[in-house]
């Protein structure tokens, strides 16, 4: 009696471990997978951010298009300079002669902004779409306050080095 006691505490005791073993596998895998899926929610909400600021600022280009086609549906007959001049007239409308276009930048968050880019054209056509895109509108400050070697001639702390070793 004695004996059987002994052994049936052994494997009580080894099933025990083992189970104890895969229940901390187990919440392990599943804090692992509530992070992970709370990382991929973050990524998703901002993804979705973008996609909403992007189709608002898309929704205002179309808006901008609407204004400046029923403009230049007014002003049918007249030359393009006429037309340009009153397209670049408008708030938010700029002309660059360079490039013979009238464009328009459609500010988004976190510093982009939508650029429109129409070419007038004689006809029915009135206008060509020469360009739609997003870019990054914002500052861009360099930060050159760290030396660091551009690859040509010695940089300060070299020149040191070379100096200490003399």
Same mark, same amino acid.
């Given at each position: ?22 229940? *901390? ?8 997978? *509530?992070?992970?899926? $709370?990382?991929?929610?973050? *990524?998703?909400? $901002?993804?979705? %951010? ?5 189709? %608002?600022?898309?929704?205002? @280009? ?9 403009? *230049?549906?007014?002003? +049918? ?14 708030p938010g ?17 976190? @510093?982009?902004?939508l650029r ?9 056509? $009135?206008?060509?779409? $020469?360009? &739609?895109?997003?870019y990054d509108?914002? +500052? ?8 660091? &070697?551009? @690859? ?15």
């Amino acid at each position: 009696m004695a004996g059987e006691t002994f052994r049936n505490k052994v494997n009580i005791g080894l099933s025990s471990l083992i189970l104890i073993f895969i229940v *901390l596998c187990l919440s392990t895998f599943g804090l692992l997978s *509530l992070s992970s899926a $709370r990382g991929d929610l973050e *990524l998703a909400e $901002r993804g979705a %951010e973008a996609v909403k600021a992007y189709y %608002e600022a898309d929704s205002k @280009g179309q808006k901008w298009l609407e204004k400046t086609d029923s403009l *230049l549906m007014k002003m +049918e007959g007249k030359s393009l300079a006429e037309k340009y001049a009153a397209l670049a007239a408008e708030p938010g409308n700029v002309y660059d002669e360079a490039a013979g276009c009238i464009f328009t930048d459609i500010p988004m968050e976190k @510093g982009q902004s939508l650029r429109i880019e129409a070419v007038l054209t004689e006809g029915s056509g $009135r206008y060509e779409i $020469r360009a &739609w895109y997003v870019y990054d509108s914002g +500052e861009y400050n360099i930060d050159d306050a760290m030396p660091v &070697w551009d @690859g040509k001639g010695e940089t300060e702390s070299t020149k040191a080095q070379q100096e200490e070793s003399k």
